[in-house]
């Protein structure tokens, strides 16, 4: 005796299924693309603001480098965690759609969770790392 698969299989529900797996890639490439954004944006932080103090050793050091340092390090970490979260998310929506209900499934709210959390994280690093480059003197 063989298993039958009760998946539907006509035309509409496997294209629906392939569109979906191909959005779920281009959404993937979007957040590695802003990830690496993000990740070269820490690793010129350090940078920029080291060439700064050695271009301008006289100038008030408000912002000093151990301090640049741990921002960029910060940033570059952001990055990773939140590459790391959407590989989650892609596997889980990729892991779905090859699910016998499919079609009856309600819709994962774990690709909402990760974008908002993701965005909220990221908005306090930045949040941070403004409070700590104004200087308040």
Known sequence: MSLVS???????????????????????????QNCLGIIGFGAGFDGLLTALHQAFPDQNQAFSLDRARLIGLTTIGSGIFLLVLMIIAYRAEIQSLERQDYCDRPPSILNTSILVGSITLYGLIAFVAVLFILPWQ
Do not use: C, G, Q, V
């Not at 299924?17 to 959404?27: C, D, G, L, S, Y």
């Open 6 to 32: 009760h998946r539907p299989t006509n035309d509409t529900t496997e294209l629906a299924i392939k569109r979906n797996r191909e959005a779920a890639e281009r959404t993937l490439t979007s957040w590695i």
